[in-house]
């Protein structure tokens, strides 16, 4: 299990969010990095809790450094 699917499991398991890693997007094709929508506060804030950073893109989309 990849660091990205570790992370999307997790934030699911504990807000009940379903993120999306979209594998035939140019922007999710590095390694270490989650580019998803996020509609939900807590999925930042739990980033902001762990150290993660993330990065803002467009209509809700973000980066994830996983």
């Not at 990205?4 to 999710?28: G, H, R, S, V």
């Amino acid at each position: 299990m990849t660091k990205k699917e570790k992370f999307i499991q997790t934030i699911k398991q504990q807000f009940n969010i379903e993120l999306e890693n979209d594998k035939d997007n140019i922007f999710n094709q590095k390694r270490n990095v989650l580019y998803t929508k996020v509609t939900e506060r807590q999925v930042l804030n739990y980033c902001i809790k762990h150290d993660l950073g993330y990065c803002e893109h467009l209509n809700g989309y973000y980066w994830i450094e996983v």
